[in-house]
């Protein structure tokens, strides 16, 4: 946890009298309250924390594109490639015609070492309008 967020999880207020505010656990979210702070942790970079969060909701409601996109990029972003190739290869069979989808599968395979097998999602990318 950062510093930060052991800040706003206190109670009564800091050394300069400024109140502090409480934010609930994440075992206390609800699933919206959960994907904002996923979200919120993503764009801050913290990509394990946003990924441990995602988790259940991906595994909770499996056919929600965006969810699940954000669960691969959060892997992609924290250099776990294998979860991030499995989960966008579930997302491909669901949904193939999700180009950033097929874009982020090639950038993993590359970054794994394995950019021949990347190459073919790549050009399905760039035909769907994707710059790589």
């Known amino acids: 946890m950062s510093d930060f967020e052991e800040m706003l999880r ?33 764009e801050t970079k913290s990509y394990h924390r946003a990924a441990e969060l995602l988790e259940p909701l991906v595994s ?4 929600n594109a965006e969810v699940t996109l954000l669960l691969a990029r959060s892997y992609y972003h924290a250099a776990r490639l294998g979860p991030a190739e499995t989960l966008l290869r579930q997302m491909l069979e669901r949904w193939p015609s999700d ?3 097929h874009l982020l ?9 394995r950019a021949q097998e990347g190459a ?3 050009k399905i990318a ?6 790589s």
């Open 126 to 131: 760039e035909a769907m309008g994707l710059d």
């Open 120 to 122: 073919p999602h790549l």
């Open 10 to 42: 206190g109670t009564g207020q800091t050394p300069s009298g400024v109140p502090q505010i409480r934010l609930p656990g994440d075992e206390e979210l609800d699933d919206h309250a959960r994907y904002d702070r996923a979200t919120f942790l993503f």
């Open 60 to 63: 909770g409601n499996p056919h």
């Open 105 to 113: 599968l090639a950038r993993t395979l590359q970054r794994a070492g």
């Open 99 to 101: 180009a950033y989808a």
